[in-house]
Structure formats: C-alpha cells, structure tokens
C-alpha cells in the first residue's frame, strides 16, 4: 500500500511558474513508476507526464512538452512537476499516482495508487 500526498498548487499568473510535489509512505518508493494527471471541470482525466522508479526515464504529454519537467528525489521518497509558462488551459486538479514496476504507463487505469489531487488555476 502506497499513500501519495499531492501540494504545491495555487493560483497563478498565465506565464508564470509552479512546483508540485507529490509525497509517499513508502521506503522503497524508487521501485514505483509515477504519473501526474490532471482534470478539468467537465473534462476527462489526462496524462501529463510520468517518470521511472530509477528516475532515468520520462514520458510527456505533447500539450506539456517543453514547459514541464518531472522529477524525483527517491531520498525523499517525493516526485515534483515543475510547470513553467503556465497557461489557461493548464487549470485543473492535478493528481500523482504510483505503479510497482513495470515500465511507465499514459493511461490511468495503469496506476494503483492515487493522490487526493491538488488545484491549479492559472489566470489570463
């Protein structure tokens, strides 16, 4: 069992900059892939980016690539998402979710362990 605590999100300026994190129970947490999603009001869950228990390889959504970067410290056992240039479109509730082993995964169903989610708005 893995428990994913997400924060970091606010209200920001578009072109502006946030940093999420997402904090696990778990010790050897760098055997767990992670994927940040996000979701819009009256929109569908969509893969943002996603990350290797090693850290040594990611994935990004095309509508991201670019302005975001993930990361971990395994240390820490914490995953962040730097989102710089942030747009309007980028408002939603942003989640972390985990998957031991295995390769990284862009669909949600792919993960077993969920975030409570953390709110981004950014304004015009």
């Known amino acids: 069992q893995v428990q994913l605590v997400e924060s970091g999100g606010g209200l920001v300026q578009a072109g502006g900059s946030l940093r999420l994190s997402c904090a696990a129970s778990?010790?050897?947490?760098?055997?767990?892939?992670v994927g940040w999603f996000r979701q819009a009001p009256g929109k569908e869950r969509e893969f943002v980016a996603a990350i290797s228990g090693s850290g040594g390889s990611t994935l990004y959504a095309d509508s991201v690539k670019g302005r975001f970067t993930i990361s971990r410290d395994n240390a820490k056992n914490t995953v962040y998402l730097r989102m710089n240039s942030l747009k309007p479109e980028d408002t939603a509730v942003y989640y972390c979710?985990?998957?031991?082993?295995?390769?990284?995964?862009?669909?949600?169903?792919?993960?077993?362990?969920w975030g409570q989610g953390t709110q981004v708005t950014v304004s015009s």
């Open positions: 979710a985990a998957r031991p082993l295995g390769g990284l995964g862009l669909a949600a169903y792919e993960y077993n362990y």
């Open positions: 778990r010790r050897t947490f760098s055997t767990y892939a």
